[in-house]
């Protein structure tokens, strides 16, 4: 009976290598292979789109030191939102939830699906762009297949974090080889007068941001997962550390060898850069390129997903979402209600999305949130000092990165307003609204909780405990 009774909680089994393929696995997805024309097209010239890269690096990971402090005060799953939660109180947390849970990473998962369904059929579409009903077809095919590997195991879905972790790094090697070869040969016009061209415009430079910086989104995962890495206070930091400078340093380089093997216009005018680089050096076998970078994204896919749960999950069990996401599977410690919500929320993203607004929107909303995040850390920092700290960073890590947030969040704004920013703005303060009926009135029909119980004998899942 004594075995029955006990509480389920999800188990710590990360360790460091795991840790560091689950960022390093993340952020080295899409994006590297979608973003740069956008970010040469936008600030206008190879020298500038490398400096954009550079910072981007930079500020991922000072704010990545930010965050390991906060994972050591708070050691609870959930990232932001926890984090939120404990310092900013739960209206805010609520809105971060519930634009986390509608848009931000759902759009992170369509955006990611459709650059791998893009790259799939990349291929067998070389001199027309492939039909649109397709790539959303096999983007949605992407989703569903991973969500039920996560569903099922989380040490299967680790296992395939660490292959694709191991394939996208051979195929950034095989490019910057590349590009070092051709540099070697004497291809280095574009980096004569590099900065010719650049636009210094506050706006043009906060969408390259936007853009650089999809590509290494996936630098706070680990925060998502805390309860289930093993020494936390430990392995936080130090994978931290070792993969964003890992992903900068690779981002970096692959960029000098598009430069090197494509002039700044067919770079720009290229539609899935990877292959068109392919095409140029490797000639007949350009098509490993385009493989390359589909294996890429369906890692990076995996590790949005592993984490995305996880969020869904704890809000549940701080009682900002329905019950049933709070719960995990009984025999495979899974939380996998939580990840099948996701999964229907990102198919309904995915219908009508398109990748360059996804993007622009997920990073303006991300910033957001991010900013709020740091202000916590500070409130930390200056009114309850004597909070353990197994980790920590000087005051001013936190009050650049917020100076970078604030400006990233308001410089698509003031240069050029475009009515979108304003309705995903509306977006995000309307879970106000939504939070004071259903959540602190608690004005829920029976219904609900008739549903909840329905769906855990149908799921065969019970709620789980923290695991601190």
């Known amino acids: 009976m004594d075995d029955k ?17 689950l960022i390093g696995g993340t952020m080295i997805g899409s994006g590297i292979f979608m973003s740069p024309q956008t970010v040469l097209y936008t600030i206008g010239s190879p ?34 939102y926890i984090y939120i939660l404990r310092t900013s109180g739960p209206v805010v947390a609520f809105m971060l939830i519930f634009s986390s849970v509608l848009f931000v990473r759902p759009a992170g998962v369509a955006g990611i699906a459709l650059s791998f369904a893009q790259y799939v059929v990349a291929p067998f579409y070389l001199d027309c762009p492939p039909p649109e009903l397709l790539v959303k077809c096999v983007a949605a095919a992407a989703i569903i297949t991973l969500a039920t590997v996560n569903c099922l195991n989380v040490r299967f879905s680790m296992s395939i974090q660490v292959f694709f972790m191991a394939a996208k790094l051979l195929a950034l090697a095989v490019i910057i080889i590349g590009g ?13 007068d590099s900065f010719e061209n650049t636009n210094l415009g506050i706006n043009p430079i906060g969408i390259a941001f936007y853009q650089g910086l999809w590509s290494y ?27 964003i400078s890992l992903v900068t340093g690779l981002y970096l380089l692959v960029n000098v060898s598009y430069l090197a093997v494509m002039t700044p216009k067919e770079l720009i005018s290229s539609n899935a850069v990877a292959v068109t680089w392919g ?22 896919l995996n590790g949005t997903f592993f984490s995305g749960g996880r969020v869904c999950f704890v809000a549940a069990r701080e009682g900002h979402m329905p019950d049933i996401l709070a719960m995990a599977h009984v025999h495979r410690l899974t939380p996998s209600p939580a990840l099948i919500f996701t999964t229907v929320v990102s198919l309904l993203v995915l219908i009508p999305g398109d990748f360059q607004s996804i ?46 947030a604030i400006f990233l969040v308001l410089a698509p704004i003031i240069d050029n307003p475009q009515i979108e920013y304003l309705y995903v703005t509306l977006f995000i303060f309307s879970g106000v609204i ?3 009926p259903l959540i602190h009135y608690k004005v829920c029909p029976g219904l609900l909780t008739k549903l909840t119980v329905f769906l855990q004998l149908f799921l065969e899942v019970a709620p789980a405990e923290k695991n601190l």
């Open 5 to 21: 009774t006990q509480k389920l909680s999800l188990k710590r089994e990360v360790g460091l290598m795991g840790a560091i393929s």
């Open 434 to 436: 939504i939070y004071i």
């Open 217 to 243: 989104d996936g630098w706070n995962n680990l925060n998502y997962v805390t309860e289930e890495l093993k020494r936390p206070e430990v392995n936080l930091p130090r994978a931290v550390v070792l993969a």
């Open 47 to 80: 020298g500038a789109s490398l400096l954009v890269w550079a910072c981007c690096g930079v500020l991922v990971i000072l704010a990545s030191f930010c965050y390991a402090e906060l994972g050591t005060v708070i050691p609870e799953s959930g990232g932001e």
């Open 359 to 404: 993007v622009n929107f997920f990073s303006f909303t991300a910033w957001f949130f991010y900013g709020i995040t740091l202000s916590g850390l500070l409130y930390l920092k200056i009114k309850k000092p004597e909070l353990p700290r197994p980790y920590k960073v000087p005051i001013i890590l936190p009050i650049l990165v917020l100076i970078a």
């Open 279 to 300: 095409n140029k050096v490797l000639g007949s076998w350009g098509w490993i390129m385009s493989v390359a970078a589909a294996l890429s994204a369906f890692g990076s």
């Open 180 to 192: 070092v070869v051709m540099l070697i040969r004497g291809h280095n016009n574009t980096f004569e």
